[in-house]
């Protein structure tokens, strides 16, 4: 199994995977480079009945595991940066967690605790970083689970529900599923880019 590949992850572990993935994703440091975005629209995908895919899943099963897996995942990784504090960043070898970890800093600062937990979602690495980062940051736990739970639900049923208008709307659309997965990881990085953009433009304005 190809662990980078959403397909493989749906065809081997169904729904299963789903869940396995976004726990890992968002609640291991280990789990930076796992296809959370891509994952969550190709399972929407394959929920359409005229998807002739690798696997036929349900879209109920689908986002209960998806939901699961995130809100899991999320509290688990604030646990864990309760418990390791700093000291587990800073052993993290990986040049995009550090990175990960300046952005998810610059988010807490810029927009506060509620904002940058919802927003962090829809960020790659940096929702795998964040929630760590929030438990060392010593966020209210109350406040830290209201708004994982919300940025997760609206991450997680937002990009599978996409997936699934968009196999339900166009007949055969799997077969262009690789050009599509490009896409939406494309999509997934533009917060990411536009956060960098404004950050160096602000930085410009400050000397």
Known sequence: ????????????????????????????????????????FTAGLFCTTGATAPVHLS?????????????????????????????ALAKIGSPHLHRGVERAEELFSRYGHAKAIVLARFIPVVRTVLNPLAGILAVPARTFTLWQALG?????????????VL???VPGIDQY??????????????????????????SVKGR
Request: zero cysteines.
């Open 1 to 40: 199994m190809n662990p980078l590949s959403a397909t493989s992850w749906l065809a081997t572990l169904g729904a299963a995977g789903v869940f396995l993935v976004l726990v890992a994703e968002t609640g291991l440091l280990i789990g930076f480079f796992l296809p959370g975005d891509s994952l969550l």
């Open 59 to 87: 879209l109920p099963l689908v986002l209960v595991a998806a939901v699961a897996g995130a809100l899991s995942g999320a509290q688990t990784g604030f646990i864990l940066g309760r418990r390791g504090g700093r000291a």
């Open 152 to 164: 997760g639900l609206l991450w997680t049923i937002g990009v599978t529900v996409a997936g699934y």
């Open 167 to 169: 196999g339900a709307s």
């Open 177 to 202: 599923l690789l050009p599509i997965i490009a896409v939406v990881v494309v999509l997934s990085l533009l917060p990411l880019a536009f956060e960098l953009r404004r950050g160096r433009r602000d």
